[in-house]
């Protein structure tokens, strides 16, 4: 797909002389960013080849939710917390079912039935599970003591850091102490070549993030405008069309071990990736909102998102919890991930209703 690079030029032309066709702008940007996650997908298989899955995931995880660290701090900055709220909240659920789901669809059709590391699956989604429960902590403190939002600042300063500490026992646990769970059943490539392959992979991957980076914020501005000329709620938006644009890299690369049979490498990155938004950037945002932006961000979501987000993780380790996958249950995902959406489009106002 190396021939839609052209698209990067394109978006950049039709930015800069005819911003007012938001379409074209979001139509060419998407198409510019399709090479691009294919470089990164590409990238993050040289580096779980050399590295384990768990780190190849990890890496896919992090350059892939840079986007959109990047886009929440400038929105941040514009004081729209309510929009950064709902794509933290969206891609959440967006890497748990659509991008895992897509994952278990592509594989299970090439492949009768996959396997992966049960006792791996299993330790990130008590992670994913614990972040849905500090999610429902703030939003319960708000709702029953009618807290001020001096004091739900407080609150999510204090959760935020502990929050940031559990992720980083998380790594420790997946990196260092307990890696063999994570590292999947493909074993590393022995070659003399590794450590140039490695620096090489990195190299790609950082500019193809970079990339991804750029077109994002481009795409992300012309989404309003060209929802509104397509009828489509800020709630929709928010919430699962900004959340698909920013893991648009992880997408193609979950799939694409997904049919190379590498699930712990595909689930390292759905499920992994949920786990860091939740964990860290979520976090990391709240504490950055105390000097970036008129007001600071606290971690009450609206009541309906996290309401989604804690079904979508009790369905997610149901479906993924005994370490095999076929085609059924990733339609079960995207069966799950389409009913929410379709929540959002009928019922633009309720969903993320406080």
């Excluded at 299970?108 to 849905?132: I, S």
């Amino acid at each position: 797909m190396n021939w839609l690079l052209i698209f990067i030029p394109v978006t950049l032309g039709l930015e800069y002389f005819a911003p007012s066709r938001s379409i074209l702008v979001f139509a060419a940007s998407c198409l510019a960013i399709l090479p691009l996650a294919g470089w990164m997908g590409e990238a993050t298989e040289r580096l779980a080849s050399r590295l384990g899955e768990g780190v190849g995931g990890l890496l896919n995880a992090t350059f892939g939710n840079a986007a959109e660290l990047i886009i929440a701090l400038a929105a941040l900055r514009a004081g729209l917390t309510d929009v950064v709220k709902a794509s933290l909240a969206g891609s959440i659920i967006g890497n748990i079912l659509l991008v895992l789901g897509a994952a278990m669809l592509a594989g299970g059709l090439r492949h009768h039935e996959q396997h992966y590391n049960p006792a791996g699956a299993r330790a990130q989604a008590a992670m994913l599970t614990l972040a849905a429960i500090a999610l429902v902590i703030p939003a319960a403190f708000r709702i029953a003591s009618g807290a001020t939002a001096e004091g739900l600042g407080r609150l999510s300063v204090a959760i935020a850091i502990v929050l940031i500490l559990l992720y980083a026992a998380y790594l420790a646990f997946a990196l260092v102490t307990h890696s063999a769970l994570f590292a999947g059943e493909r074993e590393a490539e022995e070659t003399s070549e590794a450590p140039q392959s490695v620096g090489r992979a990195l190299a790609i991957l950082t500019a193809a993030t970079i990339g991804v980076a750029w077109m994002s914020e481009i795409m992300v501005g012309a989404i309003e405008p060209t929802a509104h000329a397509v009828g489509l709620s800020k709630a929709f938006v928010g919430v699962f069309l900004v959340a698909i644009v920013g893991n648009a890299a992880e997408h193609a690369t979950a799939i694409q071990a997904a049919l190379r049979n590498r699930m712990d490498l595909s689930l390292s990155i759905a499920i992994g990736s949920s786990a860091q938004v939740a964990l860290f950037v979520a976090p990391v945002l709240v504490l950055a909102s105390l000097f970036v932006g008129p007001a600071p961000m606290d971690l009450a979501f609206p009541g309906g998102l996290v309401l989604m987000i804690l079904l979508a993780v009790l369905i997610t380790g149901q479906v993924a919890g005994d370490g095999r996958s076929d085609w059924l249950r990733g339609a079960q995902l995207l069966g799950v991930y389409l009913v929410m959406a379709l929540s959002f489009f009928f019922l633009p106002g309720s969903p993320v209703a406080p």
